[in-house]
RNA sequence: GCCGGCGUAGCUCAGUUGGUUAGAGCGCUUGAUUGUGGAUCAAGAGGUCCGGGGUUCGAAUCCCUGCGCCGGUACCA
């Protein structure tokens, strides 16, 4: 019985021309991480079941890939890198070197129902401090984020920051309960993505929405929404404004001056540091939906590819370890979201994906010559230059330089008798033919022209070839 | 999870009120050109019409059902 080869939903493989720019891409955003002085950290990718789920409940597991072993333990496939982390923290407590300062880049799965962008196994690359009670945890986190973005140049973004404790304070301000916050705090979380008209509906009195799904309501009342309309309107040319429009407005809650000069003290070391109020926005509504989080709240977006969202975020979390039953360990830490930023660079065009490594096709067109391909392509290949010869089976030249056109190889080195008695070989060029072609019309022409060719005595060819790229 | 739309060649799609042997463009392979990519021309390969069941003399077409994909919405620890 035949079997169809197939991938279960929101799973995929990925080929060559989107590998070759992700891994670039880690090998970036490793290099920055590092000058932090973060450390690598793995973890396996099954865990117990509740380990994963913890105090997050029944709802937690509906989204979570569930695992059995041959012992049928209740396993689950992790969902972020946070619980792993929080895990270990926990497990080796006495052995770990308080503050943890640690990197990981891991797949993780979700079982959400996939859409553009957005799939069941995807890869997270974090940066977390634990065991760090300072605000300058988070500061450091902010410049990493913005220090890898900047490396890996994706264009114009903006780093947006806020605090789960001005999101407290305005709960304080507007009567509301504290266990209501985090209900409060999700339907903030859609701001960005369904608009402030219909925030308002949702924290009232609910509402229905095109396709008639009923949505509904938190069942505040008008005034306080109103006051949570009145706080979402804060917005500062600078942090500095902004701030202190906030102080304006929580003035008469209690708490509010020493939770407010937190905000600003890291603000002050962002300014220091050149992390200006162009790149670092203090914005009070970012709330950022995860339950967890205690202090500082961070999130990136693209400001040319808006509609992939945040693509960097994270925050503080002063209390995950304690569903172990440990001692509360002051947390910060931000992810990646290496799929979504890669989708999004990929849209911008600022990453090539190039269909292999190879930076040169050794041809080989006379097979009494083939001792003479290996010499080269093994020449080539100790001095660096990646080289590729031809594997297949026995081809005209013309198919030849077809791969290595497909395949977007930059150069090709070609010697057949004639070159071989002289001591040379022919090396081309690819990109030369592909611009011309544009002008050329008969066939004859583009044969005779010979684009971007040029003779090199074999003794200089990997000299040559590491002058022109550039080695 | 819920609502709606759509499943025909590798891709994008056409296919008459249900009627012979299911088509097009692009892509692919081979050749024209046995040492030159692109363009052009010629020839060729490629299909369980998403699966299953039903109606009918006859189903890609109509009905039921399962699955998948797309859009919206909910959820996202």
């Known amino acids: 019985m035949k079997i169809e080869a197939r991938l279960s939903r929101g799973l995929r493989d990925l080929f060559p021309e989107e590998m070759i720019p992700r891994q670039r891409m880690l090998d970036v955003i490793r290099g920055v991480y590092e000058s932090y002085g973060f450390s690598p950290l793995e973890t396996p990718a099954v865990e117990y079941l509740d380990v994963l789920s913890g105090s997050a409940g029944e709802e937690a597991q509906q989204s979570m890939f569930r695992v059995t072993n041959p012992e049928e333990e209740a396993l689950g496939l992790r969902f972020d890198l946070t619980v792993p982390l929080s895990r270990v923290v926990s497990q080796y407590g006495q052995q770990i070197d308080f503050p943890f300062r640690r990197y990981q880049v891991s797949p993780v799965w979700r079982a959400d129902k996939p859409a553009p962008g957005r799939f069941r196994q995807f890869t997270q690359f974090d940066i977390d401090s634990v065991g760090a009670p300072s605000e300058i945890a988070d500061v450091e986190i902010m410049a990493a984020m913005c220090d890898t973005l900047d490396a890996l140049q994706v264009g114009r973004y903006r780093v947006r920051f806020s605090s789960r404790k001005i999101l407290n304070l305005l709960l304080s301000y507007a009567g509301i309960p504290e266990d209501q916050g985090v209900h409060v705090f999700r339907v903030l979380d859609k701001l960005d993505k369904i608009g402030l008209p219909k925030v308002k509906l949702e924290l009232t009195t609910g509402y229905t929405d095109e396709s008639g799904a009923p949505i509904s309501g938190l069942g505040l009342s008008d005034r306080q929404a109103a ?162 010869i031809h594997v297949g089976r026995p081809k005209k030249l013309g198919k030849q330089l077809q791969r290595a056109d497909r395949l977007q190889i930059p150069y090709v080195v070609i010697m057949g008798g004639d070159e071989a008695a002289r001591g040379v070989v022919t090396l081309k060029q690819m990109e030369v033919g592909r611009e011309e072609s544009e002008t050329v019309q008969s066939h004859e022409e583009w044969k005779a022209a010979r684009f971007g060719q040029q003779e090199v005595p074999r003794t200089e060819l990997a000299a040559t070839l590491r002058r022109l790229l550039g080695h």
């Open 227 to 388: 006051q949570i309309e009145t706080f979402l309107g804060i917005t500062g040319e600078t942090r500095a404004e902004a701030l202190g429009k906030v102080r304006e407005l929580f003035a008469s809650v209690e708490g509010a001056t020493a939770e407010l000069d937190e905000i600003q003290t890291i603000s002050d070391h962002l300014e220091a540091l050149g992390y200006g109020s162009d790149r670092v926005m203090l914005d009070v509504s970012i709330a950022r939906g995860l339950a967890y989080y205690t202090g500082p709240v961070f999130e990136a977006n693209l400001l040319d590819a808006p509609e992939f969202g945040s693509v960097f975020a994270g925050g503080r979390y002063d209390n995950l370890v304690t569903r172990f039953g440990g001692q509360p360990i002051p947390a910060t830490g931000a992810s990646i979201g290496v799929d979504r930023l890669l989708a999004a660079l990929v849209h911008l065009k600022r990453v090539s994906q190039p269909k292999t490594t190879a930076q040169v096709l050794v041809t080989a067109m006379d097979g009494s010559l083939m001792s003479e391909y290996l010499a080269i392509a093994f020449e080539l290949r100790r001095a660096g230059v990646r080289t590729e």
